[in-house]
Antibody, heavy 126, light 109 residues
C-alpha cells in the first residue's frame, strides 16, 4: 500500500524550533516529488514547497521562502518540514503529499497529489 | 503567483446534480485536479488531468475544463459527498509551483 505517515501533533512555545516528518512506504520514495501543504484553522490549502528526495532539489512558495526549511533523507524514505523560530501564526495542520506525474511525451503533461499524509497539527502558544 | 477562484459554498438536494467551478488564468494553460476534504480528514484526489477519475472514486464524479474555468460535477449527489472541495493547478509564474483554489463547501440537503 502506498502511504505517507506523518509525525504526531506538537505543542510548542513561540520562538522554539520544530522539525516534523513524513515517511513514505510502498513506493520508490526517492523518485517522487514530495509536497508540504499548510491548512490554518478553518481555512483552505496552501502550497508551501516541494522537494525531490533523490537530489534534495527544493522549491518554496514565495509566501514561505525563508520561513521554513524542507529537507529529505532518502535512505529512510522521509521528508521533513522545519522551523527555527515558531510564531503563533504557524499554528496549523500540515500535510505532506506525493506528486504523481503523467508524462505526455518528453515532459510532464500534468500531475496530481496522492496520497496525502494524515496531517500533523502544530500548535504554537505561550 | 497565479490565483484560482471558487465559490465559498454550494448546496444541492440529495440525488440532484451539482457543479463546482474553479476560475483562473492558469487553467488556460494547465490541467486541473480536484480534492475532497471531509471534516477532520486529509484531502483525497477525486479528479486529475481535468477529467480523469482515480480508482475508487464513484462515477457520479466527473470533470471538465474550458478556457479559464474548470468544473467538477456530481451527478446524483449523496450525503457522503458533503465536504470541502479544492481545485489545484500549476502556477504559471514558476515551474514546480502550484496553486490551490480557496475551496468550496458542498452541503447536501
Amino acid at each position: 500500500e502506498v502511504q505517507l505517515v506523518q509525525s504526531g501533533a506538537e505543542v510548542k512555545k513561540p520562538g522554539e524550533s520544530l522539525k516534523i516528518s513524513c515517511k513514505g512506504s510502498g513506493f520508490n520514495f526517492a523518485t517522487y516529488w514530495i509536497v508540504w501543504v499548510r491548512q490554518m484553522p478553518g481555512k483552505g490549502l496552501e502550497w508551501m514547497g516541494i522537494i525531490h528526495p533523490d537530489d534534495s532539489d527544493t522549491r518554496y512558495s514565495p509566501s514561505f521562502q525563508g520561513q521554513v526549511s524542507i529537507s529529505a533523507d532518502k535512505s529512510i524514505n522521509t521528508a521533513y518540514l522545519q522551523w527555527s523560530s515558531l510564531k503563533a501564526s504557524d499554528t496549523a495542520m500540515y500535510y505532506c503529499t506525493r506528486r504523481v506525474d503523467f508524462w505526455g511525451g518528453p515532459q510532464v503533461e500534468y500531475n496530481w497529489f496522492d496520497p496525502w499524509g494524515q496531517g500533523t497539527l502544530v500548535t504554537v502558544s505561550s | 503567483s497565479s490565483e484560482l477562484t471558487q465559490d465559498p459554498a454550494v448546496s444541492v438536494a440529495l440525488g440532484q446534480t451539482v457543479t463546482i467551478t474553479c476560475q483562473g488564468d492558469s487553467l488556460r494553460s494547465y490541467y486541473v485536479s480536484w480534492y475532497q476534504q471531509k471534516p477532520g480528514q486529509a484531502p483525497v484526489v477525486v479528479m486529475y488531468g481535468n477529467d480523469n477519475r482515480p480508482s475508487g472514486i464513484p462515477d457520479r464524479f466527473s470533470g471538465s475544463s474550458s478556457g479559464n474555468t474548470a468544473s467538477l460535477t456530481i451527478t446524483g449527489a449523496q450525503a457522503e459527498d458533503e465536504a470541502d472541495y479544492y481545485c489545484n493547478s500549476r502556477d504559471s509564474t514558476a515551474y514546480h509551483h502550484v496553486v490551490f483554489g480557496g475551496g468550496t463547501k458542498l452541503t447536501v440537503l
